[in-house]
Structure formats: structure tokens, C-alpha cells
């Protein structure tokens, strides 16, 4: 199959990631900042606080539907073109929310900024890892992740720094700022990543495409439960001080984010099964902190946002082994609706098993148990696809299953 693209040297590659990790950066910042700084919104659309699941789930709702779509026709689109639009979108959205006050268009904004959400992070992540070569795609996949972390580091601190002193409205015009100021380093930092005529990029949609984007969202299935539940764990079941709060998530969001850098360069010399089988111990060993009647809830902060990130770098690192360079923006993209899907049915299976108030020991280590359960078949499914990855034949137009 001709290849669409070539590979770029260290440093280009580099700062092509240190761009991305940018715009992931603001657009999971413009995703998960809504629900902390709805509570500075609500009285203003006269809504109680409880509707922020509302907005969230528009969002979600969006990002899914448009996901999916992408699927099938993102390989029509210049994919640089489309990122800067995403952007663009993206800020005009955000600016958006704060000229109303109607909850129905706060939802109708919400579901749109989804649908922009949904296609941004997928396209922009096959650009970069059409032009990186095989054995540095762990570390450059580690790059872009590591923003997650430093979302909780920096960027949710900042907005409700700004929301507490200044107002949501401002919060919310930074996170548009964010945006406008990823355009030039779009224009002039990112290559274009057009396929030639004669190639066809369309991905079959069948079970083995199915599995290979599913496997992020599956393993960090575990993780998901668990993180609606992190704040009334510490503070209630586990006795950390209201005080401490601010602290114990951040040293877990810097745990992830060194997590996260140190696993993409152990791509480099350690297997993936070794990583997974690794990370997947950790990740246990921090469930196993609450569920055993201890109270260290910076050991179990760490361990439990460094398992978590180390999991999902290795776990990329293997699905982005399985479309060509020409599928990579529908591959992508199918991935992250996946992912948002399974992250809500995450939350509701949290909610069923914890329905009380106050976390009672029996219903907590019912959920822990199911968590651990969970994540431990990470190093199993590792197995399993590599063994189809080694086995796959590359047909001229497509990938077949056999």
C-alpha cells in the first residue's frame, strides 16, 4: 500500500506533539470544566445544580453521534483544514454560552460542542501519528496524553480560580482564548495530511475493527468507575480533611502526568504485555488501599491516577497498531465515540452500585471488586490482539479479520 505520508525527524515530530498535546489540552479542558463551573452558572438559568448532568450528557450525546459519523467520512477532508474549523467551532460555541441564559440553548450549544469535541482529538492524533515512525509512537502518544493530567494540574484549578473572583463568563472566555491561540500553531506547526487519489481509506466496520477501538475505553472501563466516587471516598470513607482536597488531587494529577511520560518511553524497551501486566498490578494495589481499611489517601491518589494513565498509554500503544495511515482519522474517531459511550455507562454503573448517600463498606468494596475484576483482564486482551495483529494480512483496500 503506498504510503500517504513520511516521517519527520525527532524534533518536528516533537513539536508537532507538544501541539497536539495543546489542543487536547483545551478540548478536554472545554469538556470537563462545564461541570465545576455549572455550579457558578445554575442560578443564573434558574436551574438546580443537579442539571449539570444534563449538560454533561449532551456533550456526550454529541460527541458520540458525531464519532461515529466521522467514521464513515472523515477520509473525504482535508484533515488540517478540518481541525482548524473544529477550533474555531469550538470557541464560537464556548463564547456562545455565555450570552444566554436559556437552558434549552445551553443544551443546544452543549450537544454542538460535542459534536465538534467528538472529531477533534481523532483527527488531529492520526495527522501526528501518520508522520511518526512505529517504534516512537508510544512516546509521542504519551505526550498528548500526559494533557489530561495537566488538566488537572493547571488548567481546572485556573478556571475556578477565575470563576471564584472574576466570574464563570471569563472562565469560559479563557477556554476560547485557549482555542483562537491553537490556530497558528496549527497553520504553522502541523503538515497537511492529504491521501492521493487512487487510495481508498475506508476502515471496515466489523468485529475486529470493533475490538481494536474499543480496547482503550475497555480498559479504562475500571478507572471510570471509580472516579465519580473519588472525592466522597477520600473525604467520607477514607477521613482526608476538606482542606486537603485541592492538595491530594493534585499530586495525583502529577503522579499521572510523570506516570504517563515515564510509560511512553518504557514503550521503547519493555514489551506491551509487560507494561499492562505492570500497570494493571499498581492500579489493583491502589484499589486494595480503601478496600483493606487504610486511610492514606495520597498513596492511594497516586498509585490510583498513575496506574490509570500508565494503563492507557500502553493500551494505545497497541491499538494504534492496527489501521494503515489512511484509516487512522476514521480509526480515531470511532475510538474516542467509543470511549465517551463506555465512560457513561461507567458513571451509571457507579451510581448502581453505591445508591446510599454515604459510602457504606459493603456497597464500596462491591464496586472496588468489580473495578479490580475489570482491569485485570488488560493483560489478557493485550494478548489477544497481538496475536491478531500478527496474524492480520493486509489486503490493497482494506483489512480483513483473517
Given at each position: 500500500m503506498p504510503l500517504t505520508t513520511q516521517t519527520l525527524n525527532h524534533k518536528a515530530l516533537m513539536r508537532m506533539a507538544i501541539v497536539m498535546a495543546f489542543i487536547q489540552f483545551t478540548n478536554a479542558l472545554e469538556y470537563m470544566a462545564f461541570t465545576p463551573v455549572f455550579a457558578f452558572m445554575a442560578d443564573e438559568f434558574s436551574v438546580p445544580l443537579s442539571f449539570s448532568g444534563y449538560v454533561s450528557g449532551m456533550y456526550t450525546l454529541g460527541a458520540v453521534i458525531s464519532g461515529i459519523a466521522a467514521f464513515y467520512c472523515i477520509g473525504r477532508f482535508n484533515k488540517k483544514q478540518f481541525?482548524?474549523?473544529?477550533?474555531?467551532?469550538?470557541?464560537?460555541?464556548?463564547?456562545?454560552?455565555?450570552?444566554?441564559?436559556?437552558?434549552?440553548?445551553?443544551?443546544?450549544?452543549?450537544?454542538?460542542?460535542g459534536l465538534v469535541g467528538g472529531t477533534t482529538m481523532g483527527v488531529g492524533m492520526s495527522i501526528l501519528i501518520n508522520h511518526a515512525p512505529a517504534n516512537l509512537r508510544g512516546k509521542i502518544l504519551a505526550t498528548v496524553i500526559a494533557s489530561f493530567s495537566l488538566v488537572s494540574i493547571v488548567g481546572m484549578p485556573a478556571i475556578l480560580f477565575l470563576c471564584t473572583h472574576y466570574g464563570w463568563h471569563k472562565a469560559l472566555w479563557?477556554?476560547?482564548?485557549?482555542?483562537?491561540?491553537?490556530?497558528?500553531?496549527?497553520?504553522?506547526?502541523?503538515p497537511n495530511d492529504k491521501i492521493p487519489s487512487g487510495v481508498k481509506a475506508k476502515l471496515a466496520i466489523n468485529a475486529q475493527t470493533l475490538l481494536f477501538a474499543s480496547f482503550t475505553a475497555l480498559v479504562q472501563f475500571s478507572s471510570m468507575l471509580i472516579v465519580p466516587i473519588l472525592t466522597p471516598l477520600m473525604a467520607q470513607y477514607m477521613g482526608a480533611?476538606?482542606?486537603?482536597?485541592?492538595?491530594?488531587?493534585?499530586?495525583?494529577g502529577i503522579a499521572g502526568y510523570l506516570s504517563t511520560?515515564?510509560?511512553?518511553?518504557?514503550?521503547?524497551?519493555?514489551?506491551?504485555?509487560?507494561?499492562?501486566?505492570?500497570?494493571?498490578?499498581?492500579?489493583?494495589?491502589s484499589l486494595l488501599i480503601p478496600a483493606m481499611g487504610y486511610d492514606n489517601t495520597f498513596l492511594f491518589i497516586t498509585l490510583f491516577l498513575g496506574a490509570s494513565y500508565s494503563r492507557l498509554v500502553s493500551a494505545s500503544a497497541v491499538a494504534v497498531q492496527y489501521p494503515e495511515d489512511q484509516q487512522r482519522a476514521s480509526f480515531s474517531s470511532l475510538q474516542t465515540a467509543i470511549m465517551y459511550l463506555l465512560t457513561t455507562l461507567a458513571f451509571f454503573l457507579s451510581s448502581l452500585l453505591l445508591p446510599d448517600q454515604e459510602i457504606t463498606t459493603q456497597n464500596l468494596n462491591g464496586l472496588l471488586m468489580v473495578s479490580a475484576v475489570a482491569a485485570s483482564g488488560f493483560p489478557v486482551m493485550v494478548i489477544i490482539l497481538q496475536k491478531k495483529l500478527a496474524k492480520r494480512t493486509i489486503q490493497p483496500d482494506h483489512i480483513t479479520t483473517d
Open positions: 481541525l482548524l474549523k473544529n477550533m474555531v467551532l469550538l470557541a464560537a460555541l464556548t463564547v456562545l454560552s455565555t450570552l444566554t441564559t436559556h437552558f434549552a440553548t445551553l443544551l443546544v450549544l452543549r450537544f454542538c460542542a479563557l477556554i476560547s482564548a485557549l482555542c483562537l491561540i491553537s490556530l497558528p500553531l496549527i497553520v504553522f506547526f502541523l480533611q476538606p482542606g486537603l482536597l485541592p492538595l491530594l488531587f493534585l499530586s495525583g511520560k515515564i510509560t511512553g518511553v518504557l514503550t521503547l524497551r519493555f514489551s506491551s504485555l509487560t507494561l499492562a501486566t505492570a500497570s494493571t498490578l499498581l492500579f489493583v494495589a
